[in-house]
């Protein structure tokens, strides 16, 4: 499991990433404006602790593919399984990360901004209720 720990600045932190991948208009620009990296620049920027560190980087829904298959995992769910602990999804706080239904392979948490959890999709941004949560992970 990693040891997360929350900066002092956290908020504002998180604030300032979630806004900058927001401002992205486009669809997914893999490795660079997808679910991954968000997911990534948010834990990293909260806690200086990359997530997905180990696994490299990627171009295209076929690199990440590759990269995610190499970590021993058949997604990126079975990976975060094995890095941050799990927690009941009434417990998770804003800054916390969740799913909102079995994910596909590739398939990035989404990050609780408030009451709202927020994800890059493959036709942009997405936003929904945290009362959707099936699952939440616990970030410092």
Known sequence: MLQLTRR???????NDIVAAHREWPGTIWYGQYDCGVLFSDVVWGMTDVDPLEEL???NSEDSATRVMLS???????DHLDTKLEAIPVASARR????????PQPLTCPAV??????????????????????????RIG
């Open 8 to 14: 002092h600045d956290w908020p504002e932190r998180l």
């Open 56 to 58: 490299g980087r990627w």
């Open 71 to 77: 970590t021993g995992h058949r997604s990126m769910k």
């Open 95 to 102: 800054g916390d990360v969740g799913y909102a239904a079995d």
């Open 112 to 137: 609780i901004v408030g009451a709202e959890a927020v994800s890059r999709g493959p036709d942009g941004w997405i936003v929904f209720p945290v009362s959707k949560l099936i699952t939440a992970y």
